[in-house]
Nanobody, 130 residues
Framework: QLQAFGGGLVQAGGSLRLSCAASGRTFSAFAVGWFRQAPGKEREFVAAISRRGGRWSGGSSYYEGSVQGRFTISGDDAKNTVFLQMNSLKAEDTAVYYC????????????????????WGQGTQVTVSS
């Protein structure tokens, strides 16, 4: 099971760190992405990371424009976990955040699309108060 956790309520300008981990099996995906869905809106891409040399560290990362410079995606090989560090949060970042894993070896815009992912976790709510 893929699990996303770390959401919560935070004031605008604050920070949260989301985690994505696989339980019960080795997290062997080639890439992990974060998506979010706000009420009444479509699910949208937030960020993704792909392995390099089989490791998360040193891998390629991709960001949606509105989070570039505020969010950082990273992976911890020892913990088999991918993180999304979210800084300078805004009210418009409020959404349910989902992590997803892909076994496709590709690059760039391939990971911006939800259909590129094979395995989804349950979401975690992020609420930013203004």
């Amino acid at each position: 099971q893929l699990q996303a956790f770390g959401g919560g309520l935070v004031q605008a300008g604050g920070s949260l760190r989301l985690s994505c981990a696989a339980s019960g099996r080795t997290f062997s995906a080639f890439a992990v992405g974060w998506f979010r869905q706000a009420p009444g809106k479509e699910r949208e891409f937030v960020a993704a990371i792909s392995r390099r040399g089989g490791r998360w560290s040193g891998g390629s990362s991709y960001y949606e424009g509105s989070v570039q410079g505020r969010f950082t995606i990273s992976g911890d090989d020892a913990k088999n976990t991918v993180f999304l560090q979210m800084n300078s949060l805004k009210a418009e970042d409020t959404a349910v955040y989902y992590c997803a894993a892909s076994w496709s070896r590709a690059s760039g815009t391939h990971y911006y699309t939800a259909s590129s992912y094979d395995w989804w976790g349950q979401g975690t709510q992020v609420t930013v108060s203004s």
